[in-house]
Structures are given as C-alpha cells and as structure tokens.
C-alpha cells in the first residue's frame, strides 16, 4: 500500500528529494495537474504534497526514508536512554553520603543548575550564529561521526543523497535538538536520583567554597536564583540561619560542634535543590527543546521548498502551457451572411506584446474526441470557463454522446480537432445538440495541435466551414481565432 504525505517531516522531504533527482515531469503534466487542484495553487507546501502523493511510486528507493529514520530512531532511543541513565548515576555519585561528611550542595548545583543553563546559553548562541560557534559543536554530534564511519562501508554512495540534500542550517537545528532532548534526559535522570536518595536515605547537606563568601551573600544568591518559584513554595527556600549553621569548615571544629549538633536539620536543603533542578534543568530545558523542535520544522519547511527543481515545478503549477498569440485583433468567421458571430473581446498582456482571447463563460463545454486532460490545457491556454466539461465521441457510446447533447444547455463551447474532418458520428451528435431546445449557442472551436499552439490551417478552416454551412443552422458559429 502507498504511503501518503499529509504534512512536510523527514520522511517525505527524503523522498521528495529522491523524486526530484530522477524525475519532475514535463510542462504539460505539471500544468494538468496544477489545473485539477486549483484549490491548492496558493499553498505552494500542499501543492508539492500532493505532486508527491501522486508521483511516490517513482521514488527509485536509493536510501528508504522509513527503514532509515527507523534506524535513526533506535539510535536516538538508545542514545536518550544512555543520557538517562548517566544523569542518574552522575546524581548517585554527587549524593553519595557516608555518614561522616555532609554533601556539598556547590556540587550538585553545577550540574543541576550551572551546567544545563551554560549549555542552553551556549545552543542560543550557536542558533544565532552562521557556523563559527556552531563549527566547533559539530564535532560532538552523533551525526557527524556516522558520516565518517559510514566512509569506511561499501554502501556509502546510498548516503550521497543525504550529504546533498540535507543543507548546514538543517543539519545545525537537527543536532540542537538532539542535543536539548539528551541534555533534558541527563537532567531528568539526575533529579530522579536526588528524590531517590533523599527518600531512602537520611542526607546532610552544606555548602564550602575557598572564596571568600559569607553566608549572607549567599544566601541573597539562593534567593535570587530561587526567583522563579520563590512565591508559590517559598517553604523551599533555606532560611539564612540555615545556611550560616550548614556552611562547612574542613579545618576547625566547627563540624564537630555546631554541625553535628544540627544534622537534622541539614537535610532540609534537599526540597531547594530539587526546585532548582526542576525548573532549570527540566522546565527550561524542556522549553527550549520546544523551541527547537519547532525551528527545525520551520527549516525544514524552508528547505523542503528550496530543494533542486522544486522552483521550476512552482513555476510550470503556475504557468499555462500554451498561450494563444497574435499580431493583430482576431475576428470570427460568420456561417451564413446574414448572421452575425460575436467578436470576442482581446485583451493585451502585461508586456503589450502578445494578446490573448478572452472567452465569455458558457454553461457547457464539450470536447470531441479529446481527453479530460487537454480540455484543462485548452481553457487554460484560452482563459475559458464553463459550468460543466464533458467529453464525448472516441471511447464513448452513442449513448453517452445522446445524454451530453440533451443535458445541455444555452451557450455551448464544443472543441473539434482542426485535422480531423468531421464524420458522420459527428454531425449526428451536433444535430442532437441543435434539436435541443435548452440550448441557445453552439460555437465550434477549432483546435491544432498543443506544440503548434492549437493554430489550425485556413483549409481546415475552410472544410469545416463547409460541413457546418451544410447543416443550415442558426444556432452553430465557427469561432476563427488563429
């Protein structure tokens, strides 16, 4: 079963690239397909999505977009689950207590807070930049080193595509993405550590630094950094009494006295630290991993429309594929004297080179002998338009032709091929629409072939002539637009 395309991800923006690589269409097949979904022709996105629905069959497989972000999945999961883990480990080992020495929370703050805002800092810079800061982090993405592994294996020209296809701005977003949902695993896994170890254990937590800090200084840091949540759990905060009896000394015998006095105490600072790794490590990260997320659609929209052949495809969606051109003012060709045709208006185009036929609407247009597809080119070539297309003669029965000429009605447009004379299974039905009441106009059009741009030649002209003088009718005109 075909896969369908409802919106741009990497898998159909993998198989579109491949598509455009090996096949785009002609002008005419482009233009049809264009014309059967008008609807579509001012979003440019859905419109190449459903060029590529229609064509996935021809996409000749080199890399299997779904086989390949599989395996890119399975690697991501593998990679996410390693960052968790290690998160959790990291937090085990920053909170290992033995009973003797109280954990310095200095520690564990710079990898629950310091560390994951530095990086994030550090991926705002690097998403700012054009690829100086960006340079450097390329080397750390699991990307990166795939591409030079994969030089080593004998199916390395299947990853071609990728190198071409894939620009430096799509592959930067792609590895800060990566790079923010790791990070926000690792810190997950390190604040499930600290709830664990505080749950099983009884843990003594201080504070010591070499700088000359004192414990009012501090704790107006702890205040500010706890600025975020500070009025819905202010509880969390450690008090600054707090934080002058859990500063720790490793000279003196301030631990002996006043610490071990007040151990229980101590791990109160655990509902702090769980706050800042919250919020700093999970909730920041997790919403600058949103914001990345939807960058890296945002480019891949913005490449999937800059891919090779994607502008040439845009542009013959838009432009038809025949216009009809003349020097000088076209005039319609009368069936009897005594009737006057009506001379259809001429407009000038933008450049007051060329002019093109503008046709009235009818309520019916009818193409003999013609397809679906060629009566789209031709109206849109000559700018006509009708209530209702049918196509009658060829393939179809005298009883299908019979339904179409009664089911009409007023002005009718009927399309004929300039080459072919007209045959008895012709008349037969133009008879039928003249019999008809409900009709009013028939206008015979004369069609030449699309390469020569449905010009006809003065004695085609003059053998239809002819045929229709024959049939003495009021109702039938010629319409001579060479």
Same mark, same amino acid.
């Given at each position: 079963m075909q896969k369908k395309y409802h919106k741009i991800t990497f898998q159909s923006y993998f198989d579109f690239l491949q598509l455009l690589q090996n096949y785009i269409g002609t002008h005419e097949e482009n233009r049809i397909f264009a014309l059967r979904q008008k609807h579509l022709l001012n979003k440019p996105q859905k419109m190449l999505l459903a060029w590529l629905n229609r064509h996935a069959f021809r996409v000749p497989k080199v890399i299997d977009s779904e086989k390949f972000l599989s395996h890119v999945g399975v690697a991501t999961n593998f990679l996410g689950l390693f960052a968790l883990i290690i998160g959790?480990?990291?937090?085990?080992?920053?909170?290992?207590?033995?009973?003797?020495?109280?954990?310095n929370i200095i520690y564990y703050l710079f990898f629950a807070m310091i560390l994951p805002v530095s990086s994030m800092i550090l991926s705002l810079l690097s998403a700012l930049?054009?690829?100086?800061?960006?340079?450097?982090?390329?080397?750390?993405?699991?990307?990166y080193w795939i591409e030079k592994m994969v030089g080593f294996f004998s199916f390395k020209h299947q990853f071609d595509v990728l190198k071409e296809g894939i620009s430096a701005n799509l592959q930067k977003w792609i590895f800060l993405k990566r790079l923010q949902l790791l990070s926000l695993l690792f810190s997950i896994g390190l604040f499930i550590a600290l709830i664990f170890m505080v749950v099983s254990q009884d843990i003594a937590f201080s504070w010591s630094t070499t700088l000359e800090i004192s414990a009012k200084n501090f704790h107006d840091f702890l205040v500010m950094v706890a600025l975020p949540w500070r009025d819905i759990f202010p509880s969390t905060i450690p008090s600054l009494d707090l934080v002058e009896m859990s500063q720790h000394y490793r000279l003196?015998? +301030? *631990?002996?006295?006043?610490?071990? %006095?007040?151990a229980d105490k101590l791990g109160a600072w655990w509902q702090y630290l769980a706050m800042a790794t919250f919020f700093y490590a999970i909730i920041l990260r997790s919403l600058f991993y949103l914001f990345t997320v939807n960058r890296l659609q945002h480019i891949l929209e913005q490449e999937f429309l800059n891919l090779h052949g994607v502008k040439r495809l845009l542009r013959e969606f838009r432009t038809p594929f025949v216009s009809t051109k003349a020097p000088e003012?076209?005039?319609?060709?009368?069936?009897?004297?005594?009737? +006057? *045709?009506?001379?259809?208006?001429? %407009?000038?185009?933008?450049?007051?080179t060329t002019q093109t036929v503008i046709i009235d609407d009818y309520h019916n247009i009818v193409g003999w002998n013609l397809s679906e597809d060629e009566i789209l080119l031709v109206n849109d070539s000559k700018n006509i338009r009708a209530n209702f297309v049918d196509v009658v003669g060829g393939s179809?029965?005298?009883?299908?032709?019979?339904?179409?000429?009664?089911?009409?009605?007023?002005?009718?447009l009927l399309y004929v091929k300039s080459w072919e004379p007209p045959t008895m299974d012709f008349v037969d039905f133009l008879e039928e629409l003249i019999h008809n009441r409900a009709v009013d106009e028939i206008e015979v059009f004369l069609l030449g072939t699309s390469e020569d741009g449905y010009r006809y030649s003065a004695k085609e002209l003059a053998i239809w002539n002819r045929k229709i003088e024959g049939l003495g009718s009021k109702k039938v005109w010629i319409i001579d637009a060479k």
């Open positions: 959790f480990i990291t937090g085990m080992g920053l909170l290992s207590y033995n009973g003797q020495e109280p954990i930049s054009k690829g100086r800061v960006f340079g450097f982090l390329t080397l750390l993405s699991p990307l003196g015998a +301030k *631990l002996d006295g006043e610490m071990v %006095s007040h003012e076209e005039k319609h060709l009368e069936i009897k004297e005594e009737t +006057k *045709l009506h001379i259809k208006a001429l %407009s000038e185009s933008q450049d007051d179809y029965t005298f009883e299908e032709d019979e339904r179409v000429a009664k089911e009409a009605k007023g002005r009718v």
